[in-house]
């Protein structure tokens, strides 16, 4: 692997103070991408405390976006001022983790690097991760309790499914449920036991007393008898004592 050649270092030399040049440019013409200017030089009003939330969500959403592109320049320019203080100290081609040449194809297509392929900080893919997802996968991790055999009470999937029925922004189409008709069952489970274990419970009803006992028809009274567990002869115009 032969080391580079002096027309070749000039050559990248001047596309680094090009490119160096050209970034400079870009943040000095719109003030590092609006960071420069506040928010309420932009909206043109005294206070944003009396805009709508969506709009300074908005507004908050394009300035975390020029900070990426701000500091996304900035890496760029420290990778540049390395490369060029590497070429002024005789170092630039080599890399400068094993010492090895660098081929002139890969400075040719990244002149700002110092590093071989092997070596190159940025193949390495970073498997840190956010502490809350060990707390918060999967969803409803916390607080839904389906998977649980000993559970049968009221949970967090019970909760979102009660402001479900409020409105989403699915149709049936979008629906999991492949059999849902109407808005009513479009939510996750919305065919699943409300307030009662075993079907039998949501037709039966008794009094006060625990003696009179009634079979109310309603459908699961219906799913229940059509599936062949119950016998119309049990029924005793519709009551039982």
């Known amino acids: 692997m032969t080391r580079l050649t002096n027309d070749q270092r000039d050559l990248l030399r001047e596309r680094l103070l090009d490119e160096r040049k050209e970034i400079e440019r870009r943040l000095d013409e719109d003030d590092y991408y609006g960071l420069a200017n506040s928010q309420r030089d932009e909206s043109g009003e005294l206070s944003t405390s009396d805009n709508h939330p969506g709009d300074t969500a908005t507004e908050l959403y394009e300035r975390e976006k020029d900070v990426a592109l701000v500091e996304q320049e900035e890496l760029h320019l420290s990778r540049i001022e390395a490369a060029l203080n590497a070429i002024d100290d005789g170092s630039y081609g080599t890399c400068a983790t094993c010492g090895n040449p660098i081929p002139f194809e890969r400075l040719d297509a ?49 909760a979102w499914q009660i402001v479900e029925q409020w ?75």
Do not use: K
Request: glycine share 8%; hydrophobic share 25%; with cysteine.
């Open 110 to 158: 990244v002149p700002d690097t110092i590093y071989c392929i092997e070596h190159a900080p940025r193949q390495y893919v970073s498997m840190r991760r956010p502490a809350e997802e060990h707390v918060l996968a999967p969803a409803f991790g916390r607080t839904s309790m389906d998977e649980h055999d000993y559970h049968h009470g009221f949970d967090g999937e019970d």
């Open 167 to 241: 409105g989403n922004s699915d149709s049936p189409a979008f629906s999991e449920n492949r059999d849902v008709t109407d808005y009513s069952h479009v939510g996750i489970d919305a065919y699943e036991n409300d307030g009662f274990v075993e079907p039998i419970e949501s037709f039966l009803a008794t009094d006060i007393t625990g003696r009179h006992v009634s079979v109310i028809r309603n459908r699961e009274y219906m799913n229940y008898m059509h599936s062949g567990e119950g016998d119309h002869g049990l029924e005793e115009d519709d009551e039982q004592t």
